[in-house]
Protein backbone atom coordinates (compact mmCIF):
# COMPACT_ATOMS: atom_id res chain seq x y z
CA UNK A 1 0.00 0.00 0.00
CA UNK A 2 1.21 3.61 -0.73
CA UNK A 3 1.00 6.09 1.79
CA UNK A 4 -2.35 6.98 3.60
CA UNK A 5 -3.65 3.66 2.71
CA UNK A 6 -3.57 4.88 -1.54
CA UNK A 7 -3.37 1.43 -3.48
CA UNK A 8 0.42 1.08 -4.20
CA UNK A 9 0.09 1.13 -8.54
CA UNK A 10 3.30 1.68 -10.23
CA UNK A 11 4.14 4.40 -12.54
CA UNK A 12 3.64 3.29 -15.92
CA UNK A 13 6.62 5.61 -17.01
CA UNK A 14 10.42 5.65 -16.46
CA UNK A 15 13.61 8.99 -15.38
CA UNK A 16 15.05 9.34 -18.41
CA UNK A 17 18.56 10.23 -18.92
CA UNK A 18 19.62 13.99 -19.82
CA UNK A 19 22.53 13.72 -22.07
CA UNK A 20 24.46 16.56 -22.93
CA UNK A 21 25.14 15.98 -26.69
CA UNK A 22 28.97 17.33 -27.94
CA UNK A 23 27.87 17.26 -31.45
CA UNK A 24 24.59 19.16 -31.30
CA UNK A 25 26.49 20.96 -28.69
CA UNK A 26 29.32 22.33 -30.95
CA UNK A 27 26.37 22.73 -34.09
CA UNK A 28 24.26 25.36 -31.65
CA UNK A 29 27.18 26.68 -30.26
CA UNK A 30 25.67 26.13 -27.03
CA UNK A 31 25.51 23.33 -24.53
CA UNK A 32 22.65 21.07 -25.53
CA UNK A 33 21.35 18.22 -23.25
CA UNK A 34 18.78 15.80 -24.62
CA UNK A 35 15.99 14.81 -22.43
CA UNK A 36 15.67 11.03 -24.12
CA UNK A 37 11.79 10.54 -23.94
CA UNK A 38 12.04 8.53 -27.15
CA UNK A 39 13.23 5.44 -24.47
CA UNK A 40 9.66 5.65 -21.90
CA UNK A 41 8.07 2.18 -22.47
CA UNK A 42 5.91 3.70 -25.70
CA UNK A 43 8.63 4.73 -27.13
CA UNK A 44 7.97 8.54 -26.56
CA UNK A 45 7.25 11.01 -23.99
CA UNK A 46 3.27 10.50 -23.90
CA UNK A 47 3.89 7.36 -21.49
CA UNK A 48 4.29 10.31 -19.27
CA UNK A 49 0.65 11.56 -19.97
CA UNK A 50 -0.87 9.15 -20.97
CA UNK A 51 0.63 7.06 -18.62
CA UNK A 52 -0.72 9.23 -15.64
CA UNK A 53 -4.03 9.56 -16.76
CA UNK A 54 -4.55 6.16 -16.82
CA UNK A 55 -3.29 5.24 -13.21
CA UNK A 56 -5.19 7.96 -11.62
CA UNK A 57 -7.79 6.54 -13.16
CA UNK A 58 -6.87 3.40 -11.29
CA UNK A 59 -6.70 5.49 -8.20
CA UNK A 60 -10.19 7.07 -8.21
CA UNK A 61 -12.25 4.31 -10.21
CA UNK A 62 -14.93 2.65 -7.87
CA UNK A 63 -13.74 -0.49 -9.26
CA UNK A 64 -10.75 -0.04 -10.70
CA UNK A 65 -10.40 -3.59 -11.43
CA UNK A 66 -12.70 -3.94 -13.84
CA UNK A 67 -11.96 -0.65 -15.86
CA UNK A 68 -11.33 -0.82 -19.43
CA UNK A 69 -9.31 1.82 -21.15
CA UNK A 70 -10.46 3.11 -24.56
CA UNK A 71 -8.53 5.11 -27.05
CA UNK A 72 -9.47 6.75 -30.00
CA UNK A 73 -5.63 7.64 -31.63
CA UNK A 74 -3.35 5.44 -34.12
CA UNK A 75 -0.43 7.34 -33.47
CA UNK A 76 1.48 7.51 -30.39
CA UNK A 77 -1.13 7.80 -27.96
CA UNK A 78 -3.00 4.71 -28.98
CA UNK A 79 0.39 3.07 -28.06
CA UNK A 80 0.67 4.45 -24.83
CA UNK A 81 -2.78 3.84 -23.93
CA UNK A 82 -1.96 0.54 -23.88
CA UNK A 83 1.44 0.06 -23.25
CA UNK A 84 0.47 1.81 -19.61
CA UNK A 85 -3.03 -0.32 -19.47
CA UNK A 86 -0.76 -3.53 -20.22
CA UNK A 87 1.64 -2.89 -17.75
CA UNK A 88 -0.82 -2.35 -14.73
CA UNK A 89 -2.95 -5.32 -16.05
CA UNK A 90 -5.60 -3.67 -17.33
CA UNK A 91 -7.82 -3.90 -21.11
CA UNK A 92 -7.17 -1.40 -23.67
CA UNK A 93 -9.11 -0.97 -26.80
CA UNK A 94 -7.79 1.23 -29.46
CA UNK A 95 -9.97 2.76 -32.57
CA UNK A 96 -7.64 4.02 -35.23
CA UNK A 97 -8.67 5.44 -38.70
CA UNK A 98 -8.29 3.64 -41.66
CA UNK A 99 -5.47 5.94 -42.49
CA UNK A 100 -3.46 4.28 -39.72
CA UNK A 101 -0.10 2.66 -40.77
CA UNK A 102 0.00 -0.90 -40.85
CA UNK A 103 2.92 -1.23 -39.04
CA UNK A 104 1.36 1.40 -36.06
CA UNK A 105 -1.59 -1.07 -35.73
CA UNK A 106 1.24 -3.98 -35.27
CA UNK A 107 2.83 -2.05 -32.51
CA UNK A 108 -0.42 -1.51 -30.80
CA UNK A 109 -0.95 -5.51 -30.74
CA UNK A 110 1.99 -6.23 -30.41
CA UNK A 111 2.07 -4.15 -26.90
CA UNK A 112 -1.11 -5.89 -25.71
CA UNK A 113 -4.65 -4.26 -27.21
CA UNK A 114 -7.17 -5.88 -26.17
CA UNK A 115 -8.84 -4.69 -29.68
CA UNK A 116 -7.70 -2.42 -32.52
CA UNK A 117 -10.72 -1.66 -34.50
CA UNK A 118 -10.47 0.04 -37.75
CA UNK A 119 -13.16 2.42 -38.54
CA UNK A 120 -13.36 6.07 -40.20
CA UNK A 121 -11.60 7.95 -42.69
CA UNK A 122 -10.28 10.31 -39.76
CA UNK A 123 -9.44 10.52 -36.45
CA UNK A 124 -12.84 12.94 -35.66
CA UNK A 125 -14.90 9.70 -37.17
CA UNK A 126 -12.76 6.94 -34.99
CA UNK A 127 -13.32 9.18 -31.78
CA UNK A 128 -17.16 9.53 -32.76
CA UNK A 129 -17.16 5.47 -33.20
CA UNK A 130 -15.52 4.49 -30.42
CA UNK A 131 -17.29 7.07 -27.92
CA UNK A 132 -20.85 6.50 -29.54
CA UNK A 133 -20.62 2.31 -30.00
CA UNK A 134 -17.81 1.07 -27.28
CA UNK A 135 -17.68 3.80 -24.25
CA UNK A 136 -21.68 4.36 -24.70
CA UNK A 137 -22.05 0.65 -24.11
CA UNK A 138 -19.19 0.01 -21.25
CA UNK A 139 -19.96 1.79 -18.15
CA UNK A 140 -16.75 0.79 -16.75
CA UNK A 141 -15.22 2.01 -19.45
CA UNK A 142 -12.46 5.09 -19.36
CA UNK A 143 -11.91 7.63 -22.34
CA UNK A 144 -8.28 7.96 -22.61
CA UNK A 145 -7.67 11.41 -24.70
CA UNK A 146 -4.60 12.43 -26.43
CA UNK A 147 -3.32 15.60 -24.80
CA UNK A 148 -6.30 17.85 -23.42
CA UNK A 149 -6.91 16.89 -20.07
CA UNK A 150 -5.35 17.97 -16.44
CA UNK A 151 -3.72 14.46 -15.53
CA UNK A 152 -1.77 14.08 -19.16
CA UNK A 153 -0.07 17.81 -18.56
CA UNK A 154 0.72 16.76 -15.04
CA UNK A 155 2.39 13.45 -16.66
CA UNK A 156 4.35 15.59 -18.86
CA UNK A 157 5.49 17.90 -16.17
CA UNK A 158 7.21 15.64 -14.60
CA UNK A 159 9.85 15.55 -17.21
CA UNK A 160 10.90 18.96 -15.54
CA UNK A 161 11.20 17.65 -12.27
CA UNK A 162 13.36 15.26 -13.46
CA UNK A 163 16.23 18.51 -14.28
CA UNK A 164 18.68 18.85 -11.73
CA UNK A 165 19.53 22.53 -13.02
CA UNK A 166 17.82 25.21 -14.09
CA UNK A 167 18.16 25.51 -17.89
CA UNK A 168 18.18 28.67 -19.87
CA UNK A 169 16.07 27.43 -22.62
CA UNK A 170 13.53 24.84 -23.50
CA UNK A 171 12.84 23.08 -26.43
CA UNK A 172 9.57 21.11 -26.89
CA UNK A 173 7.50 20.04 -29.88
CA UNK A 174 3.69 21.40 -30.27
CA UNK A 175 0.84 19.10 -31.29
CA UNK A 176 -2.36 19.43 -29.28
CA UNK A 177 -0.34 21.15 -26.41
CA UNK A 178 0.10 18.06 -23.54
CA UNK A 179 3.89 18.26 -23.64
CA UNK A 180 3.75 22.49 -24.09
CA UNK A 181 1.23 22.30 -21.08
CA UNK A 182 3.61 20.00 -18.95
CA UNK A 183 6.33 21.85 -19.90
CA UNK A 184 5.46 24.99 -18.56
CA UNK A 185 3.45 23.84 -15.84
CA UNK A 186 6.67 21.83 -14.66
CA UNK A 187 8.67 25.21 -14.99
CA UNK A 188 6.37 26.65 -12.87
CA UNK A 189 6.42 24.35 -10.30
CA UNK A 190 9.97 24.65 -9.84
CA UNK A 191 10.02 27.84 -9.37
CA UNK A 192 11.99 28.93 -13.09
CA UNK A 193 9.20 30.70 -14.48
CA UNK A 194 11.06 32.87 -16.54
CA UNK A 195 13.15 30.23 -18.42
CA UNK A 196 12.48 30.62 -22.03
CA UNK A 197 10.05 27.58 -23.78
CA UNK A 198 10.29 27.61 -27.84
CA UNK A 199 7.45 25.71 -28.72
CA UNK A 200 8.08 24.40 -32.23
CA UNK A 201 5.67 23.24 -35.15
CA UNK A 202 5.99 22.41 -38.52
CA UNK A 203 4.04 24.07 -41.71
CA UNK A 204 0.85 22.17 -42.30
CA UNK A 205 0.73 21.21 -38.70
CA UNK A 206 0.95 24.42 -36.71
CA UNK A 207 -2.38 24.94 -34.86
CA UNK A 208 -0.58 26.97 -32.05
CA UNK A 209 1.02 29.21 -34.63
CA UNK A 210 -1.71 30.02 -36.45
CA UNK A 211 -3.97 30.41 -33.07
CA UNK A 212 -1.59 33.07 -31.79
CA UNK A 213 -1.54 35.02 -35.07
CA UNK A 214 -5.07 34.97 -35.24
CA UNK A 215 -5.27 35.57 -31.74
CA UNK A 216 -8.30 33.22 -31.19
CA UNK A 217 -8.29 29.06 -31.70
CA UNK A 218 -7.80 28.54 -34.96
CA UNK A 219 -9.02 24.85 -36.71
CA UNK A 220 -6.61 24.04 -39.09
CA UNK A 221 -8.76 22.42 -42.41
CA UNK A 222 -6.33 19.85 -42.79
CA UNK A 223 -3.05 18.30 -41.39
CA UNK A 224 -0.94 18.43 -44.90
CA UNK A 225 2.75 18.02 -43.04
CA UNK A 226 4.75 14.75 -42.40
CA UNK A 227 4.98 15.18 -38.87
CA UNK A 228 1.30 13.57 -38.31
CA UNK A 229 1.86 13.13 -34.79
CA UNK A 230 1.72 16.94 -34.58
CA UNK A 231 -1.79 16.11 -36.45
CA UNK A 232 -3.78 18.60 -34.18
CA UNK A 233 -6.50 20.33 -36.18
CA UNK A 234 -6.95 22.60 -32.98
CA UNK A 235 -4.67 23.16 -29.79
CA UNK A 236 -5.96 22.46 -26.57
CA UNK A 237 -7.17 25.40 -25.00
CA UNK A 238 -4.66 25.43 -22.29
CA UNK A 239 -1.84 25.53 -24.41
CA UNK A 240 -2.95 28.09 -26.48
CA UNK A 241 -3.10 30.40 -23.48
CA UNK A 242 0.28 29.70 -22.24
CA UNK A 243 1.47 30.07 -25.74
CA UNK A 244 0.95 33.91 -24.84
CA UNK A 245 3.59 33.80 -22.23
CA UNK A 246 6.38 36.27 -22.53
CA UNK A 247 9.11 34.12 -22.77
CA UNK A 248 7.51 31.83 -25.53
CA UNK A 249 8.61 31.79 -28.66
CA UNK A 250 6.51 29.67 -31.19
CA UNK A 251 8.79 28.71 -34.42
CA UNK A 252 7.47 26.89 -37.33
CA UNK A 253 10.07 25.15 -39.67
CA UNK A 254 9.62 23.40 -43.22
CA UNK A 255 8.65 19.46 -43.52
CA UNK A 256 12.28 19.23 -45.12
CA UNK A 257 13.67 20.76 -41.97
CA UNK A 258 11.75 17.85 -39.88
CA UNK A 259 13.40 15.38 -41.80
CA UNK A 260 16.67 16.25 -41.49
CA UNK A 261 16.38 17.40 -38.11
CA UNK A 262 15.90 13.22 -37.90
CA UNK A 263 18.80 12.10 -40.16
CA UNK A 264 20.75 14.37 -38.43
CA UNK A 265 20.10 13.31 -34.65
CA UNK A 266 20.82 9.40 -35.88
CA UNK A 267 23.53 10.12 -37.71
CA UNK A 268 24.93 12.36 -34.59
CA UNK A 269 23.82 10.57 -31.93
CA UNK A 270 22.77 7.43 -33.18
CA UNK A 271 18.69 7.94 -32.38
CA UNK A 272 15.37 6.79 -33.93
CA UNK A 273 12.73 9.82 -33.99
CA UNK A 274 9.70 10.96 -36.09
CA UNK A 275 9.42 14.10 -37.50
CA UNK A 276 7.55 15.55 -34.89
CA UNK A 277 10.46 15.11 -32.77
CA UNK A 278 13.06 16.36 -35.21
CA UNK A 279 11.85 19.50 -36.27
CA UNK A 280 12.81 19.78 -32.33
CA UNK A 281 16.33 18.67 -33.19
CA UNK A 282 16.60 21.32 -36.02
CA UNK A 283 16.74 24.31 -34.03
CA UNK A 284 20.43 22.71 -32.98
CA UNK A 285 21.74 23.16 -36.49
CA UNK A 286 22.33 26.26 -39.34
CA UNK A 287 22.93 28.53 -36.31
CA UNK A 288 18.76 28.89 -35.94
CA UNK A 289 18.90 28.46 -32.02
CA UNK A 290 20.96 31.46 -31.57
CA UNK A 291 18.90 33.46 -34.03
CA UNK A 292 16.04 33.00 -32.34
CA UNK A 293 17.74 33.66 -28.68
CA UNK A 294 20.50 35.56 -29.17
CA UNK A 295 21.41 35.83 -26.10
CA UNK A 296 22.79 32.33 -25.41
CA UNK A 297 26.48 31.94 -25.43
CA UNK A 298 28.98 28.82 -25.06
CA UNK A 299 28.15 28.13 -21.76
CA UNK A 300 24.34 28.60 -21.86
CA UNK A 301 22.58 25.36 -21.20
CA UNK A 302 19.45 24.53 -23.60
CA UNK A 303 17.39 20.83 -23.08
CA UNK A 304 15.49 19.75 -25.91
CA UNK A 305 13.01 17.20 -24.98
CA UNK A 306 13.53 14.13 -27.67
CA UNK A 307 10.03 13.29 -27.61
CA UNK A 308 10.52 10.48 -29.70
CA UNK A 309 7.78 8.58 -32.09
CA UNK A 310 7.32 5.45 -33.23
CA UNK A 311 6.25 6.22 -36.81
CA UNK A 312 9.47 5.91 -38.13
CA UNK A 313 12.16 3.72 -40.01
CA UNK A 314 15.52 3.36 -41.54
CA UNK A 315 13.63 3.28 -44.79
CA UNK A 316 11.72 6.41 -43.67
CA UNK A 317 14.79 8.01 -42.62
CA UNK A 318 17.10 7.32 -45.80
CA UNK A 319 14.15 9.16 -47.76
CA UNK A 320 14.35 11.93 -46.20
CA UNK A 321 17.80 12.75 -46.42
CA UNK A 322 17.39 12.20 -50.38
CA UNK A 323 14.39 14.32 -50.47
CA UNK A 324 15.11 17.23 -48.12
CA UNK A 325 19.08 17.50 -47.94
CA UNK A 326 18.64 19.95 -51.02
CA UNK A 327 15.63 21.82 -49.73
CA UNK A 328 16.33 21.92 -46.17
CA UNK A 329 19.52 23.86 -47.61
CA UNK A 330 17.39 26.07 -49.30
CA UNK A 331 14.89 26.76 -46.34
CA UNK A 332 17.97 27.81 -44.27
CA UNK A 333 19.54 30.35 -47.08
CA UNK A 334 15.82 31.92 -48.11
CA UNK A 335 15.23 33.24 -44.46
CA UNK A 336 17.37 34.82 -41.88
CA UNK A 337 15.46 33.33 -38.73
CA UNK A 338 13.32 30.19 -38.77
CA UNK A 339 9.87 31.89 -38.71
CA UNK A 340 8.59 33.27 -35.65
CA UNK A 341 5.64 34.63 -34.45
CA UNK A 342 5.14 37.60 -31.67
CA UNK A 343 2.75 36.69 -28.99
CA UNK A 344 -0.19 38.79 -28.72
CA UNK A 345 -2.78 38.37 -25.88
CA UNK A 346 -6.28 37.26 -26.40
CA UNK A 347 -8.18 33.79 -25.36
CA UNK A 348 -10.25 31.63 -27.15
CA UNK A 349 -13.01 28.92 -26.01
CA UNK A 350 -13.88 26.19 -28.37
CA UNK A 351 -12.53 22.84 -27.27
CA UNK A 352 -10.08 21.47 -29.28
CA UNK A 353 -10.44 19.12 -32.33
CA UNK A 354 -7.61 16.96 -32.18
CA UNK A 355 -5.78 15.10 -34.98
CA UNK A 356 -4.54 11.54 -35.02
CA UNK A 357 -1.98 11.94 -32.45
Known amino acids: MGSMGEPDIPKPWIVTPLKESSAL?????????????????????????????????????????????????????????????????????????????????????????????QHGASWAEADKFLREELLAKDTKGVYVPPFDHEDVWDGA?????????????????????????????????????????LAVETEGAASLASSLRERKLVTLEKITSIATSLGAKRVAQKAFELGQKKRVKSVVLSDAEAGMGCWRLADDERLIVEPACGVSVALCYDGRLKKLLPGLTEGSKVVVVVCGGSDITLQTLYQFREEYAEAEIMATDDRDVPSTLSVPNGHGSDRPDEGCL
Open 157 to 197: STIVEELEEKPDAVVCSVGGGGLFCGIQMGLERRGWGDVSV
Open 25 to 117: SRAAGCRIFLKLENLQPAGSFKSRGIGNLVRQSLLTHPTPDQTHFYSSSGGNAGLACVTAATSLNRPATVVVPLSTKPWMIAKIRTAGADEVI
